[in-house]
């Protein structure tokens, strides 16, 4: 922990707690599985959209209260002082807040499957609450050995994208299933960048994340390999004829891209350096999730 840190005001460390922008990891899937149901069926459903999109959040907010409760168990968070667990002294209080946002997300889910008489959306939004679970909550803790950025990519991409695009549709397609890896990616690329600075407190909980196992030069070079997947990817199912050309506007996003690769590539051994880099992996995540669920709608 820097002083920088230690001396940050309250009300920035709530802000690092709550992590606001995070929250569009939450909006994008919905996002392009709605827009890609609008795209090949001409439906939106707009009550089920924002149904979707506020049970969405609150189960990210379930995910990341949580996280803090299971984190403190294991001690991985005993220098993180935006940890609500730390800002509160409350690990009861922050439990059951956790717990009331994931019954709050479940039920919006639930009254989609109810209007629809169709249990299929609030099935496959089970599977990735208990994805969730396994990743921090004991026994599992999957996130320990290294597995996080998997589970992520499966919750984030093919099971919210497609139940958002069941969810308007009430059918299955292959192109929401492509769609999703487009999701999914960058999703777990915000994850893998949030490693970067923590690998001395992650070594001393036996966090064995990819960047502690990999090293963070690795790391770096492994990023700049995903990130870069992305687009070309996005090309290649265009050229299939899988996309339509529009999805292409999601390159807009290259910029942030870059500045991703290059800023991890300079400062990946510097923990106060490439902290932030997590919220530029945000960006990327979140202009070309925008964009690329843009195109299907034109
Ligand atoms: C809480 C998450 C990451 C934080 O991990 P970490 O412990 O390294 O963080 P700190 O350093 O800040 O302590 C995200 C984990 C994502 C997880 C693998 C999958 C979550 C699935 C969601 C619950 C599904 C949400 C569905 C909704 C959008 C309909
Ligand atoms: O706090 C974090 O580091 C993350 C929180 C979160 O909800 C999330 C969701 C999806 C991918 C990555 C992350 C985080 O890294």
Known sequence: MTQAQISQPKIKLWMAAIKPPMYSVAIMPVWVGTALAFAEKKVFDVTVFCTFLVGAILILAWENISN?????????????????????????????????????????????AI???????????????????????????LGYQ?????????????LVVTAAYYSQTQTWSMTSLAASVIVGIPT?????????HQVKDDIAAGKRSPIVRLGTAKGSQLLTWFTGSIFPLTLLFVLCGIFPVWTLLSW???????????????????????????FIAVKVHFWSCLLFGLGFMI
């Open 115 to 141: 209007w629809q008489q169709d249990p299929t959306v609030f099935g496959i939004v089970l599977v990735a609450c208990g994805l969730g679970y396994i990743y921090q909550g004991p026994p599992f803790r």
């Open 188 to 196: 777990s690329l915000i994850l893998f960048c949030s490693h970067f």
């Open 146 to 158: 290294g597995l996080g950025e998997i589970l992520c990519f499966f919750a984030f991409g093919p």
């Open 252 to 278: 807009l996003s290259l910029p942030y891209a870059f500045k991703l690769c290059r800023h991890v590539q300079q400062n990946h051994h510097q923990p106060e350096k490439v902290s932030n880099c997590k």
């Open 68 to 112: 803090d409760v299971f984190d403190s168990e294991t001690g991985i968070d005993k220098n993180k002082h935006h940890s609500l667990v730390n800002l509160t002294g409350n690990k009861q209080l922050i439990f059951w807040l956790g717990n009331l946002c994931l019954i709050a997300g479940l039920s919006e889910i639930l009254a989609i």
